[in-house]
């Protein structure tokens, strides 16, 4: 990067330039996709805001997106109502439409021969062969509402499927093969599901939030201290208040500021009932903190 403009974020752009990256290599993609920043201020949307315009805004919202359906949304909003936010991912999947066209239009012109991908053959016949086993199993885990006893009914019925197929002096299917299989089977049944409008697998219908619960205090000599629980997910968190000397100096593209607020995320192997070494920071960790 030589230079950049401070008040046109990268995200947007470096999203569709990769997705035309990928659209002409010719690698098998089932995008194109793109995406657009939608802002909202005076009861008007605005598209791809500057910095100066969201500072202003009730919305910083993003949609990702292929011609015919929406794939990803992220956004913070000043309390607007549902009809505006949704509004809004309309707009953005509306907008983004340009992009889309502009890459398909360059495809067309300069993009490579589509590569041959054949799947695995006999990935359709493990299936066959692990669903006639643990179908039912798996069916029956997730009519288990507690997580921790879906986990084990899963994990059985996985165990089962691995111990037939793929232990043994000749097994018929290597354990990486079977464990795919499951998970493929895994991911038919609760899509199925959700498709065919039942219930999700802690009981509710698509248009129940789980039970939220909060409270503050709970920790008697920290500065400030909270508890937030929502279904079986449970944080606790507390802070710590500091001077202006312990704000951390961020040294970025756009230029250089500070950052008063500090997240220290820890998410241990025990907060799932699993044991296992603390180390670095893992996914879950970045991706939250």
């Known amino acids: 990067m030589l230079s950049l403009n401070p008040e046109v974020d990268g995200d947007i752009p470096a999203l569709i330039g990769a997705s035309a990256a990928m659209a002409i290599a010719g690698v098998p993609f089932q995008g ?15 598209l791809n805001p500057t910095a100066t315009q969201l500072e202003t805004s009730e919305l910083d919202l993003v949609v990702a997106g292929t011609k015919d359906a929406v794939l990803m949304v992220e956004s913070e909003a000043k309390i ?30 300069v ?21 006639t086993l643990v179908e039912k199993d798996v069916a029956a885990a997730y009519n288990l509402k507690k997580k921790d006893e879906r986990r084990n009914a899963l994990d059985k019925a996985r165990s089962a499927a691995v111990e037939k197929f793929a232990s043994g002096e000749k097994p018929k299917w290597s354990e990486a093969q079977v464990e795919t299989a499951f998970a493929n089977i895994e991911y038919k049944l609760v ?10 697998i802690d009981g509710r219908d698509t248009k129940t939030v789980r039970p939220i619960t909060t409270g503050v205090g709970l920790l008697p000599r920290v500065h400030g201290s ?3 629980t929502r279904g079986e997910t449970q944080v ?8 202006g ?5 961020i040294d970025a593209a756009e230029g250089e500021w500070k950052d008063s607020f500090l997240l220290n995320y820890n998410f241990q192997p025990f907060c799932v009932g699993e044991t296992g ?13």
């Open 226 to 228: 909270g508890i937030f």
């Open 277 to 289: 070494r603390m180390m670095g920071p893992k996914r879950r960790e970045i991706g939250h903190g």
């Open 191 to 200: 899509r199925g599901r959700i498709l065919a409008n039942e219930p999700r």
């Open 245 to 249: 000397r312990d704000a951390q100096i």
């Open 32 to 46: 194109p996709i793109a995406a657009a920043r939608v802002g909202y201020a005076d009861g008007k949307y605005l």
């Open 111 to 131: 993009g490579k021969p589509k590569w041959k991908f054949t799947p695995d053959a006999k990935l359709a016949e493990i299936e066959k062969d692990v669903a």
């Open 236 to 243: 606790l968190a507390a802070v710590t208040l500091g001077t």
């Open 80 to 109: 607007l109502s549902e009809d505006v936010m949704l509004g809004a991912v309309l707009f953005g999947h509306e907008q983004m439409q340009v992009a889309i066209k502009a890459i398909n239009e360059l495809t067309a012109e």
